[in-house]
C-alpha cells in the first residue's frame, strides 16, 4: 500500500513559479513511477508528467514541457513538480499518482495510487 500526499498549490499570477511536493508512505513507495495529473473544472483528469522510479526517465505532456520539470528524492519518498512561467490555463486541481511500471504513462486508469490533490490556480 501506497499513501500520497500532495501540497505546495496556491494561488498565484501568470509567469510565477509554483513547486508542487508528492510525499509518498509505504515501504516500497520508491520503487514507484510516480506521477503528476490534473483536472481543470468540468474537465477530465490529464497527464502532466511522470518519473522512473530511479529518476533516470521522465515524460511530459506538450502543454507543459519547457515550463514544468518533475524530479525525485527517494531518500525523502518525495516528488516534486516545478511549474515555471505559469498560465490562467495551467489552473487545476494536481494530483500526485503511482505505478509500478513506466508504460502506458499518460492513462489515469494504469496508475494503482492517487492523492487527493491540491489547487493551483492562476490568475491572469
Known amino acids: 500500500q501506497v499513501q500520497l500526499v500532495e501540497s505546495g498549490g496556491g494561488l498565484v499570477r501568470a509567469g510565477d513559479s509554483l513547486r508542487l511536493s508528492c510525499a509518498a508512505s509505504?515501504?516500497?513507495?520508491?520503487?514507484?513511477?510516480m506521477g503528476w495529473f490534473r483536472q481543470a473544472p468540468g474537465k477530465e483528469r490529464g497527464f502532466v508528467a511522470v518519473?522512473?522510479?530511479?529518476?533516470?526517465?521522465?515524460v511530459y505532456a506538450d502543454s507543459v514541457k519547457g515550463r514544468f520539470t518533475i524530479s525525485r528524492d527517494n531518500a525523502k519518498n518525495t516528488v516534486y513538480l516545478q511549474m515555471n512561467s505559469l498560465k490562467p490555463e495551467d489552473t487545476a486541481l494536481y494530483y500526485c499518482?503511482?505505478?509500478?511500471?513506466?508504460?502506458?504513462?499518460?492513462?489515469?486508469?494504469?496508475?494503482?495510487?492517487w492523492g487527493q490533490g491540491t489547487q493551483v490556480t492562476v490568475s491572469s
Open positions: 499518482a503511482a505505478k509500478r511500471t513506466l508504460t502506458r504513462v499518460t492513462m489515469t486508469s494504469e496508475y494503482d495510487y
Open positions: 509505504g515501504r516500497t513507495a520508491s520503487n514507484y513511477s
Open positions: 518519473i522512473s522510479w530511479g529518476g533516470g526517465r521522465t
